[in-house]
């Protein structure tokens, strides 16, 4: 990620969010990815705010704060979390709620 990139983070992150919010959000990820097994492990217990998912709400609500050109640098790593995280969870035969239209994520399953 450019030095460009990291300081429209931090203005958004200033302005909009919180300190630390994306590096937050990428490690909560990166955390979940590490895990052993095929699919991602459901959570014994609903966290919320802690969960994977809140993890890449956190990313969408940076990206459409921020500018053209590091909404492109940080969507190149976006795309390859989005990927792995299909790959690791299920789609869920249910209807998707329409408040969460757009939030693709928070419609998948994660292994019990």
């Not at 991602?40 to 709400?57: F, I, M, T, Y």
């Amino acid at each position: 990620m450019s030095a460009r990139t990291r300081a429209a983070i931090r203005r958004v992150e200033d302005e909009r969010m919180w300190p630390n919010a994306v590096a937050d959000a990428l490690r909560r990820i990166e955390w979940a990815f590490e895990q052993p097994g095929t699919y991602l492990a459901a959570s014994e217990v609903d966290s919320p705010g802690l969960e994977v998912e809140d993890a890449r709400d956190d990313l969408a609500e940076a990206m459409r704060r921020l500018p053209p050109g590091a909404r492109r640098d940080l969507g190149r790593l976006i795309d390859r979390i989005d990927d792995e995280f299909e790959r690791r969870t299920l789609p869920n035969p249910a209807p998707m709620s329409r408040r969460l239209v757009g939030c693709w994520w928070w419609s998948r399953i994660r292994d019990r």
